[in-house]
T-cell receptor, first 113, second 115 residues
């Protein structure tokens, strides 16, 4: 069975602070994919990134960066110099050989001005 | 990525009635999925909608309660039947794209409130 754990339920930061959202996963599949989605107050789910299990390179996209470590089964997401518009619920998700997404419970990020 | 629309965007329904949600994609996709997000909760997969075959339901979800249609490669409907207040949720459709369906993009969701 697949499982995704986001231990941080809520995080509150002040604008321009860096913030890291943690994600730990469990799977028996050797090939799997990890995702991060953003859900702003409007409710729409926005795709941020996908990583496959064979690619452990860290990725940076603007203020966003992701750290994938198979040794610790973690796929953490860092926002540098946070902004108020980053306030949202962030979901980490996992899919394996059956293509189905298993979501973590989400982390509510509040960025205060 | 595909552009996905859902109708209605929100609705308020009475207990015992049904609501049909439509999901339209601007390109042909092989796999479509329906998720439920209960208030303050994460997303749970209801079923996989496959064109030309019956939907595949996840544990805890049954066809009588959540009938799904998939008449073609760009459209699907989810009906939530015999509504109760516990069905109040956001319902989202998603589509799988890429050669191995590993990227899923989501529609804007339908907010259902049952009174």
């Amino acid at each position: 069975a697949q499982k995704v754990t986001q231990a941080q339920t809520e995080i509150s930061v002040v604008e321009k602070e860096d913030v890291t959202l943690d994600c730990v996963y469990e799977t028996r599949d050797t090939t799997y994919y990890l995702f991060w989605y953003k859900q702003p107050p409007s409710g729409e789910l926005v795709f941020l990134i996908r990583r496959n299990s064979f690619d452990e390179q860290n990725e940076i996209s603007g203020r966003y960066s992701w750290n994938f470590q198979k040794s610790t089964s973690s796929f953490n997401f860092t926002i540098t110099a946070s902004q108020v518009v980053d306030s949202a619920v962030y979901f980490c998700a996992l899919s394996g050989s059956n293509y189905k997404l298993t979501f973590g419970k989400g982390t509510l990020l509040t960025v205060n001005p | 990525s595909a552009v996905i629309s859902q109708k209605p965007s929100r609705d308020i329904c009475q207990r015992g009635t049904s609501l049909t949600i439509q999901c339209q994609v601007d390109s042909q996709v092989t796999m479509m999925f329906w998720y439920r997000q209960q208030p303050g909760q994460s997303l749970t997969l209801i079923a996989t909608a496959n064109q030309g075959s019956e939907a595949t339901y996840e544990s805890g979800f049954v066809i009588d309660k959540f009938p799904i249609s998939r008449p073609n490669l760009t459209f699907s409907t989810l009906t939530v039947s015999n509504l109760s207040p516990e069905d109040s949720s956001i319902y989202l459709c998603s589509v799988g794209q890429g050669s191995i369906f590993y990227e899923q993009y989501f529609g804007p969701g339908t907010r259902l409130t049952v009174t």
